[in-house]
């Protein structure tokens, strides 16, 4: 039994995916009861390594080696145990056209997840043989993220008008396949890191000066409106992190990356310099922990920087030779609406981003 994930050319019908898991479990019992032990193979996927070379594929989304999966290994019987319980919880939300998130998923066995990251690797595994994206299996993440803006679409039949309201927070649609009728008049997209900047243009009328959409995750919206899509994140180690899984894809999900990444997303800020320029008090700034340095050394490391965002790496880099972040937050020292009446479109409008 094999997982390709090769690149379909049309999203997978829930009749196609419950097909699919009656021949993947078929298959494993036929083996049992002929005496063999079953062998699964999964294709592995990654969107960088620390260690770039000559020979680094790391951005062609093919395959970079094969795992196998078999009873016979005492550390694969709990993979696949979690693996078919997992199975069975997604083969009855499709059957039942309903949707559930990870984290309730973990909870219909925490004992045997004992954590989340048990059943998010589950997940992935199973999107990889079932050659699907984690949504066709009505299985849709915890958070559900906000947009507001002028912006109007229909979700399963129900309409969302921003355009009318546009400063007022509607959750982003988690059913990405039942999303129609996107309208937008906007001259870009700004996705922002947290929910505390988004209430902050949101209460500064920010979308009725600017003629914007400001979300808090990318996606469906993104990838549909082919617009300039700009994104505002803290200046730390965390808020880069999240930036280049926007554009890179997470390595979790590498195996998704091609359709989860925005590789024209623009970094709007922070940037460390910044704290200079828009003069931020020294006590605005502080020390990046010894966690936080690891995690910058560590992020230095990913062949994608180098290879395609080299003024990224830069300005990563001068984060961790001063030793010092900042969050956005941070800006209101000057005004409350200093964030939303100057800082972002003067960087907008004077071209300051990379």
């Known amino acids: 039994m094999e997982g390709k994930h090769s690149r379909w050319s049309s999203q997978p019908r829930p009749c196609d995916l419950l097909r699919k898991i ?3 479990t078929r298959a494993i019992v036929e083996d049992l009861s002929n005496g063999r032990s079953p062998e699964i193979l999964i294709d592995r996927f990654r969107n960088y390594c ?3 070379d000559s020979n680094c594929y790391c951005s062609s989304d093919l395959p970079i080696l094969k795992e196998t999966l078999t009873l016979r290994r005492e550390s694969h019987l709990r993979r696949l145990d979690v693996l078919l319980r997992v199975l069975v919880i997604v083969q009855q939300l499709l059957q039942e056209n309903r949707h559930g998130s990870k984290r309730d998923i973990y909870y219909m066995h925490p004992s045997v997840f004992s954590d989340q990251s048990i059943v998010d690797r589950a997940i992935n595994d199973i999107c990889i043989l079932m050659q699907c994206s984690r949504h066709n299996l009505n299985v849709v993440s915890v958070g559900k993220g906000l947009v507001m803006g002028w912006l109007r679409f229909s979700e399963a039949g129900n309409m969302f008008d921003c355009i009318n309201r546009p400063n007022t927070a509607f959750p982003v649609p988690i059913h990405v396949e039942e999303v129609k009728d996107i309208v937008s008049v906007v001259k870009y997209i700004l996705v922002v890191e ?5 209430q902050r243009l949101a209460n500064d009328q920010f979308c009725n000066t600017n003629h914007c959409i400001v979300i808090t995750v990318f996606g469906l919206l993104v ?4 617009l300039p899509t700009y994104c505002l994140v803290d200046c730390d180690p965390y808020g880069f992190d999240i930036l280049s899984t926007y554009r890179f894809g997470s390595m979790q999900m590498a195996y998704d990356a091609k359709f989860l990444r925005v ?4 970094w709007l800020g922070g940037f460390l310099l910044d704290s200079e320029k828009y003069q931020l008090p020294q006590q605005c700034l502080l020390p990046l922990t010894a966690q936080d340095k690891r995690k910058t050394e560590a992020m230095l490391r990913r062949c994608y920087l180098q290879r395609e965002v080299p003024e990224w790496r830069l300005e990563l880099q ?3 030779e001063r030793g010092v972040k900042f969050e956005l937050e941070a800006l209101s020292v000057h ?11 003067s960087k907008i409008q004077g071209g300051v981003y990379i």
Not at 194 to 198: A, D, G, L
Not at 263 to 266: H, K, N, T
């Open 335 to 345: 005004e409350l609406n200093f964030l939303s009446a100057v800082y972002i479109p």
């Open 22 to 24: 009656r021949e993947f």
């Open 318 to 320: 001068l984060m961790l």
């Open 223 to 226: 990838d549909t409106l082919h």
């Open 263 to 266: 590789p024209e997303i623009l």
């Open 194 to 198: 947290k929910e505390s900047v988004f």
């Open 50 to 52: 620390t260690k770039p």
